[in-house]
């Protein structure tokens, strides 16, 4: 497995993630959980070395299953999390379903996560919503003494805006930005590349498949489980997914002709924009896993990139990427 490195602070990572939020549910029930911890372990031993969970993902149980599946490994991978919404810590009830970044909620959340990490310290810690009620500075400094103590080895923050990334770096130098980017949401090509770029910040891509869209396995007809988000996405509707099979179509044009599959072309594209970009696509499936792991190998060349970046931009992507009500809490 090829490496990267987030940001100017050395965090290595393997290329290509492994988001974890869909293990325990959010793209339906989830899997069970001994296949998941195999599943990780699995992901470890072909060259993941990278792994994305979140307090909110459960809550909790998410962070209990990666502590259990990497704790005999700990010391070969890095292990991301993230903190920041409003969460009873000794019940995992949502308080307000709104955002808490006060400076004794991000050390109480720190202290929870590292026991259900079974860990000693946090690789990577992000801010996973701004909080609009506290001063971003407030934030960088708590995370700033948390390293200090050791308990944090890097700064990290979730779908923020670029002015609350400059301020956030300028207190405490943020080593990655985890935001939605794919073919299917371009819109960090705008402003927020350039602005990591500047800074020397790693960008790690949420959703890189567009929720699995990219995949070429969904499309109108689909069905989705009772509980999976995709069901109130405004971008997963009925009528926009119809008319987003035009993108997919652009992708499996280049992938019959490399002989990979549209996941990989869609992973071998976003891994092809910057060396700093590490996406991190989800999966309860080991062939999956091993379909994406597959990108990492697959080289798009400049003519193989002209086509999909003349193509895809020739195509309005229908319907908002997230519910209006999330769109609101992503500081942008």
């Known amino acids: 497995m090829k490496k990267r490195t987030l940001g100017t602070t050395g965090l290595e990572v393997s290329a290509l993630g492994l988001g974890c939020m869909g293990m325990t549910g959010v793209y339906g029930k989830g899997g069970d959980k001994a296949e998941m911890v195999k599943l990780l372990r699995d992901a470890h031993a072909r060259g993941i070395t990278f792994f994305d969970t979140a307090e909110a993902y459960g809550p909790f149980v998410n962070e209990e299953l990666l502590g259990e599946a990497l704790q005999p490994i700990r010391d070969e991978v890095v292990i991301a999390t993230k903190f920041g919404f409003d969460i009873d810590l000794a019940t995992g009830q949502r308080i307000s379903g709104g955002t808490n970044s006060r400076p004794e909620h991000i050390r109480a959340v720190a202290d929870a996560a590292l026991k259900r990490l079974r860990t000693d310290r946090i690789d990577l810690f992000y801010q996973h919503r701004v909080d609009q009620n506290v001063p971003i500075e407030d934030v960088a400094g708590t995370?700033?003494?948390?390293?200090?103590?050791?308990?944090?080895?890097?700064?990290?923050?979730?779908?923020?805006?670029?002015?609350?990334?400059?301020?956030?770096?300028?207190?405490?130098?943020?080593?990655?930005?985890?935001?939605?980017?794919?073919?299917?949401?371009?819109?960090?090509?705008?402003?927020?590349?350039?602005?990591?770029?500047?800074?020397?910040?790693?960008?790690?891509?949420?959703?890189?498949?567009?929720?699995?869209?990219?995949?070429?396995?969904?499309?109108?007809?689909?069905?989705?489980?009772?509980?999976?988000?995709?069901?109130?996405?405004?971008?997963?509707?009925?009528?926009?997914?119809?008319?987003?099979?035009?993108?997919?179509?652009?992708?499996?044009?280049?992938?019959?002709?490399?002989?990979?599959?549209?996941?990989?072309v869609a992973l071998a594209w976003l891994l092809a924009q910057k060396p700093w970009i590490v996406p991190i696509p989800g999966t309860t499936n080991l062939h999956r896993l091993e379909e994406n792991i597959g990108a990492v190998d697959l080289m798009l060349n400049s003519e193989d990139l002209s086509e999909i970046g003349e193509e895809a931009s020739k195509i309005e992507v229908q319907g908002e990427r997230l519910p209006e009500a999330v769109l609101r809490m992503t500081g942008h």
């Open 143 to 264: 995370i700033k003494d948390l390293m200090a103590e050791g308990k944090v080895k890097h700064y990290g923050l979730s779908e923020a805006g670029v002015q609350t990334i400059r301020r956030a770096h300028a207190v405490q130098p943020v080593t990655a930005l985890q935001s939605e980017y794919s073919l299917f949401w371009r819109g960090p090509e705008t402003e927020l590349l350039p602005v990591l770029e500047e800074l020397g910040i790693g960008f790690v891509p949420l959703t890189p498949l567009g929720a699995g869209f990219l995949t070429g396995k969904i499309d109108e007809n689909t069905k989705f489980e009772e509980g999976d988000f995709r069901n109130a996405v405004p971008r997963f509707s009925t009528v926009a997914r119809k008319a987003n099979m035009a993108l997919v179509e652009v992708i499996k044009t280049v992938a019959a002709r490399k002989q990979a599959t549209p996941a990989q």
